[in-house]
């Protein structure tokens, strides 16, 4: 099914995305999107969905289930608290991606901006995941309480000096696991994190993870896996032991 979202409100765009699928619809288009807030909102159930153009912010918050694929670029807040499903989106995206996200996926193709991750967390065996194609701002995995990071750094100078993240990286990180492709400096971390070398349960994740991206993507896995890949992860349960003030 096609719903054209030219010049419709958000409010009127979402209804129409609501009453399709509450007629049966299972897979929609929806085109001409641009900047219409709140698409795929708690949602649930198997629908897929594909928005050309850029949709507003929270796309796909408290979603449970539905897949959405975006060929455009996305904006802040999305896969805010969502417990499960798949966002992917084939361009660059903004600020409080995956805010407290439960469950599901979140693929950007492109860069990511400030606060990427924060309060991730797993609930009851759901274990989220976020997979930026490009760079990541500060505060990368701020508070993070469990779930999967994973940033590869691709077209954005990995080759030269490897730094794909921002400052303060993981601060107040508690759960989790973040894996970078490429280095990351001292100065640039929380105090409750540390980087160590991935194990081989763990690379057997990040080989199925990147496969999967890659083939979302139209990259190739192979060459991506040849990169230098670090872990990083908590080494107190206490991050506000001292409120991390540093």
Do not use: C
Request: aromatic share 8%.
């Amino acid at each position: 099914m096609i719903i054209d979202a030219t010049g419709l409100h958000y409010k009127e765009l979402n209804e129409r995305i609501r009453k399709a699928i509450r007629g049966g619809a299972r897979k929609l288009k929806v085109l001409g999107v641009n900047g219409q807030r709140f698409i795929a909102d708690g949602l649930e159930g198997n629908v897929f969905i594909t928005v050309e153009g850029v949709p507003g912010n929270d796309l796909g918050a408290f979603m449970k289930g539905p897949t959405v694929v975006v060929r455009g670029n996305g904006q802040d807040h999305v896969a805010n608290t969502m417990d499960e499903g798949k966002i992917v989106v084939h361009g660059s995206a903004g600020d409080v991606l995956g805010y407290g996200m439960r469950g599901g996926k979140l693929f950007i193709k492109g860069d990511a901006g400030y606060r990427v991750g924060i309060h991730m967390k797993q609930y009851k065996g759901k274990v989220p995941v976020i997979i930026i194609g490009g760079k990541v701002g500060d505060f990368f995995g701020e508070y993070m309480a469990g779930g999967i990071l994973l940033v590869l750094g691709l077209n954005t100078g990995y080759s030269k000096n490897g730094q794909i993240a921002g400052n303060f990286l993981a601060t107040g990180m508690h759960g989790g696991t973040i894996f970078l492709r490429g280095k990351v400096e001292k100065y640039q971390l929380g105090r409750e994190v540390a980087v160590f070398e991935p194990e081989e349960k763990d690379w057997k994740l990040i080989e199925k993870l990147v496969k999967e991206f890659s083939n979302d993507m139209g990259l190739s896995a192979e060459k991506i896996l040849k990169g230098k890949f670090i872990k990083i992860v908590p080494v107190s349960h206490r991050p506000y032991g001292n409120l991390y003030a540093y």
